[in-house]
């Protein structure tokens, strides 16, 4: 292997199918130790702060922190990287996930939680749509599927091994531990991008007749704004996951390491499912698994305030796992296929813009509504919301 690999642009990445494969075997290791730093420092600093005697708003602030300003820079973070490419931004991100991890080493007072959240939570923005855009580039249309899964696949490892990491580390450890582990973990994709030794896309050259319009201009394709809304209605089921299920355990006496391990088996399910859904995809179109992620999540949901068990809470995540995992590779897909040309990692960053806005809104409103009436008005509303969106879905085939 030469000691340099030269940089590749989003074209000969597209036109070089022996290195499809190469390419995505470098994204997603890297994803899976960047997506473990956020999944597990979200469990962390949750945990850290209840322990605290934080309540459940102020445990939303902080999960809210980790979207805030994701949901102001997504956009303009995705217009980067059409310009000069991914590397760039993916490395910026993944120095950032170091810094901000390390952060409550030195102090796990509430303000170095404050400063950590935010910026990991901005620093795996800069990251995902840079590796989101690249996955996108490699191959053909027909292959976006399928990198998509893979993508995805490695993004549910890491879901399943970030919470574990926190909760058995705060168990043994302290609250301090699982920032020291994932710290280590951090430095891997420094390491990597730093060294520069694989191609990766370049920028979308396209004329500025072609860039006219902003936002407003790509929400005017019906397909891509069908398809963004859903996915605002997904990331709220996702987002009350994350952010609720631990202080809904914590209120129902579960140990740390057993709310580690719901959360994993929300991550088991999603990462079984995106395995099958090169078979899903042969059988049903994107629409139907979208419509089907829906229900499945909007029921769930509808039954979360009756566990009071480990084992209860763990089967219902595990089943909403299943939903919402099979709908993220098939938004993807669809956004790809329909972006205007040289524009998608600004559709990335649309779409991304709103899942944190979404991640932002859900922790401050649940988290205020929690405090003051329980936790199973906020599970029932976003259950009725979602099986809505699901029967909403069904009925508008174009979505």
């Not at 450890?173 to 991008?193: R, S």
């Not at 763990?314 to 909403?320: N, P, V």
């Not at 029932?380 to 099986?387: I, K």
Request: proline content about 6%; glycine content about 12%; hydrophobic content about 55%.
């Amino acid at each position: 292997m030469p000691s340099r690999a030269p940089r590749a642009d989003a074209s000969s990445v597209t036109a070089s199918p022996a290195r499809h494969g190469g390419l995505l075997a470098v994204l997603i290791p890297l994803g899976i130790a960047s997506h473990t730093v956020l999944s597990g420092s979200r469990v962390a600093v949750s945990l850290a702060a209840l322990a605290q005697g934080a309540s459940a708003f102020t445990v939303g602030v902080l999960m809210a922190l980790y979207a805030l300003l994701p949901m102001l820079a997504a956009v303009a973070t995705g217009r980067l990287s059409d310009r000069v490419g991914v590397r760039k931004p993916m490395l910026a991100g993944a120095t950032g996930l170091a810094v901000g991890v390390s952060l409550p080493l030195f102090s796990l007072d509430l303000w170095a939680l404050v400063a950590s959240a935010t910026i990991v939570g901005m620093a795996f923005m800069m990251f995902q749509i840079g590796a989101q855009r690249a996955t996108g580039d490699i191959g053909s249309p027909q292959d976006r599927p399928r990198n998509f899964s893979l993508l995805a696949l490695g993004y549910s490892v890491s879901g399943f091994i970030g919470p574990l990491i926190a909760g058995f580390s705060i168990d043994h450890y302290g609250h301090a531990a699982p920032f020291a582990v994932l710290a280590v973990v951090a430095l891997l994709p420094v390491a990597v991008l730093a060294a520069d030794r694989f191609p990766l896309p370049g920028p979308h050259r396209v004329p500025d007749a072609g860039r006219r319009g902003g936002v407003r201009a790509l929400l005017r394709h019906a397909t891509v704004r069908r398809v963004l809304a859903v996915n605002v209605l997904l990331s709220v089921g996702w987002d009350l996951h994350t952010v609720f299920v631990p202080i809904y355990g914590a209120r129902i006496g579960l140990t740390a390491s057993e709310i580690g391990m719901v959360l994993a088996a929300f991550a088991a399910a999603t990462f079984l499912v995106r395995l099958a859904m090169p078979a899903i995809a042969r059988r049903l179109t994107e629409h139907q698994v979208l419509t089907a992620a829906l229900f499945v999540a909007g029921g769930v949901y509808l039954v979360f305030p009756f566990s009071q068990s480990a084992a209860t809470l763990g089967a219902l995540s595990f089943c909403l796992g299943l939903g919402l995992g099979s709908a993220q590779p098939m938004v993807m897909s669809l956004l790809h296929l329909h972006s205007p040309a040289g524009r998608i990692g600004e559709v990335v960053g649309v779409r991304m813009s709103l899942v944190q806005s979404s991640s932002v809104v859900v922790p401050l409103l649940f988290g205020a509504v929690g405090s003051s009436l329980g936790l199973a008005p906020v599970f029932w509303s976003v259950g009725v919301c979602l099986a809505a969106g699901g029967y909403l879905t069904r009925r508008s085939p174009g979505a």
